[in-house]
């Protein structure tokens, strides 16, 4: 994030400074919160797709990706990953409420 030097010399100037400042904590909070709601949305296919993509026995004419080709198969594979991914949330979540507490 740049810094920004200005030298404010009155109280009004300061208090347009604090405006965009809180201005621009409710825009990175919306980014933030949108980015959030995409990632939980699609975290199963992403991981799904970064390990399948990647992995060399998955690759075209195997068992495995015969395997996997199959519609239920895919439900199953993808329910597995989204209550993993679930657990991962909550985790993060677990973690970051211990590293920054709220101050009530």
Do not use: C
Not at 64 to 78: E, F, G, M, R, Y
Request: proline share 2%; aromatic share 6%; charged share 30%.
């Amino acid at each position: 994030m740049k810094k920004i030097k200005s030298n404010i010399a009155s109280l009004d100037a300061l208090n347009e400074k604090i405006d965009a400042l809180h201005a621009r904590k409710d825009e990175l909070e919306n980014e933030l919160e949108n980015n959030w709601e995409f990632l939980q949305d699609n975290y199963s296919l992403m991981i799904r797709n970064s390990i399948f993509k990647r992995a060399a026995f998955l690759r075209k004419n195997t068992i495995v990706n015969t395997v996997l080709s199959i519609p239920k198969v895919q439900d199953a594979v993808s329910t597995i990953l989204d209550k993993v991914s679930l657990k991962i949330e909550e985790i993060i979540f677990n973690l970051l409420e211990k590293a920054f507490p709220k101050k009530d």
